[in-house]
């Protein structure tokens, strides 16, 4: 059974710097994908970015040029490094897993290609 469990969240003030970690466990072969969610209140979640299982790897706009996504594969762990960090990312953020075929890297942004999540980590920004 594959559990994710994410770690890093905290507070910080806009401009800061957070990193988030989520530990994967269960994973039986090199062919999963992985990619990171958020949540805000009152909102859809999102997709925020993901990176396949060769490393190719896709943001949302919205973070583009401030995350970045990278994966330990030998020890199944995923981050999301987090820079100059805006109010508006504020939201609980979920990793996310699956091993399903696609054949373009937008698929990995929509939740509908993740059976297996985490229970998510809070990142509050404050202005």
């Known amino acids: 059974q594959v559990q994710l469990v994410e770690s890093g969240g905290g507070s910080v003030q806009a401009g800061g710097s957070l990193r988030l970690t989520c530990a994967a466990s269960?994973?039986?072969?090199?062919?999963?994908?992985m990619g990171w969610f958020r949540q805000a209140p009152g909102k859809e979640r999102e997709g925020v970015a993901a990176?396949?299982?060769?490393?190719?790897?896709i943001y949302a706009d919205s973070v583009k040029g401030r995350f970045t996504i990278s994966k330990d594969n030998i020890n199944n762990i995923l981050y999301l490094q987090m820079d100059r960090l805006k109010p508006e990312d504020t939201a609980m953020y979920y990793c996310?897993?699956?091993?399903?075929?696609?054949?373009?890297?937008?698929?990995?942004?929509?939740?509908?290609?993740?059976?297996?999540w985490g229970q998510g980590t809070q990142v509050t920004v404050s202005s």
């Open positions: 996310a897993t699956d091993r399903r075929p696609f054949n373009n890297l937008l698929y990995l942004r929509l939740k509908s290609s993740y059976k297996y």
């Open positions: 269960g994973v039986t072969d090199n062919r999963y994908y």
């Open positions: 990176i396949s299982s060769s490393g190719a790897t």
